[in-house]
């Protein structure tokens, strides 16, 4: 008999209050919203669990770094992110508070602080949606370095750096030429190319020996024509699984 009335007992409708039907409705568009937000464009923007792929470009000034990122975007559908670029985006930027400190930073062939650079390249992999990065001109320093680190370490898979190797007489002549016919930049002229250099010498180098210490280097003769260069490149990209 007790177990009769044991199994009447579960069988019977368990009263639902309408602030428990609220809860688990609220309970399923959450879950709803959070697999639309990782599966679909949200703000024209896809979001994605992938961590991010980043190779980065160094060089001396005039290396050629900014012809062959093009290249690779359009073999390898890389996002390019050029450290340069986006400095100078900042610099010009109506209302920017870094403009400028970032003018008086590349003015004299200084590297601009890190927080400013790291921020800028980490919102702009954000808002690109993708997952495969070039960025060019950086780190140029131990700081550069330690910033990422710091702020992009758990964030990005870095795979190797692409170090385009010329020579300063070529990469002089490169810049003054750009300057000349019209490049805009207020850093392709003589006087700013012997800091940058300086710079380069002084601050990128080492970062790029740490890389070779650790296996992370892939250097490219950046002295011939564009083509060339790019053939080596191109095996580089592929033998690296792209």
């Known amino acids: 008999?007790?177990?009769?009335?044991?199994?009447?007992?579960?069988?019977?409708?368990?009263?639902?209050?309408?602030?428990?039907?609220?809860q688990r409705q609220h309970s399923t568009n959450l879950h709803l919203l959070q697999k639309f937000i990782y599966t679909n464009k949200v703000g024209g923007v896809i979001m994605s669990s992938e961590t991010?792929?980043?190779?980065?470009?160094?060089?001396?000034?005039?290396?050629?770094?900014?012809?062959?990122?093009?290249?690779?975007?359009?073999?390898?559908?890389?996002?390019?992110?050029?450290?340069?670029?986006?400095?100078r985006?900042?610099?010009?930027?109506?209302?920017?508070?870094?403009?400028?400190?970032?003018?008086?930073?590349?003015?004299?062939?200084?590297?601009?602080p890190v927080e400013v650079t790291c921020s800028l390249l980490e919102n702009a992999m954000k808002n690109s949606g993708k997952t495969r990065f070039l960025i060019d001109g950086f780190p140029r320093?131990?700081?550069?370095?330690?910033?990422?680190?710091?702020?992009?370490?758990?964030?990005?898979?870095?795979?190797?750096?692409?170090?385009?190797?010329?020579?300063?007489?070529?990469?002089?002549?490169?810049?003054?030429?750009?300057?000349?016919s019209g490049s805009g930049r207020s850093d392709d002229n003589m006087e700013?190319?012997?800091?940058?250099?300086?710079?380069y010498n002084n601050d990128s180098l080492p970062i790029i020996k740490h890389f070779k210490n650790d296996g992370k280097v892939q250097t490219i003769d950046a002295s011939p024509d564009a083509d060339k260069v790019f053939s080596e490149v191109e095996r580089v990209f592929v033998a690296s699984g792209f």
């Open 1 to 22: 008999m007790w177990r009769a009335i044991t199994r009447v007992a579960v069988n019977l409708p368990v009263p639902v209050t309408l602030t428990q039907q609220l």
């Open 52 to 87: 991010p792929k980043v190779v980065f470009v160094l060089g001396g000034p005039g290396a050629g770094k900014g012809t062959q990122c093009s290249k690779i975007v359009d073999r390898f559908q890389f996002t390019h992110l050029s450290a340069g670029d986006l400095l």
């Open 89 to 112: 985006e900042e610099r010009s930027r109506e209302g920017s508070e870094f403009g400028s400190l970032i003018e008086d930073y590349i003015r004299n062939g200084k590297i601009v």
């Open 141 to 180: 320093n131990q700081d550069n370095l330690d910033g990422w680190n710091r702020q992009m370490g758990g964030k990005a898979d870095m795979q190797f750096v692409l170090f385009f190797d010329c020579s300063e007489d070529v990469c002089v002549q490169r810049c003054l030429g750009r300057g000349q």
């Open 192 to 199: 700013s190319l012997k800091k940058r250099i300086q710079t």
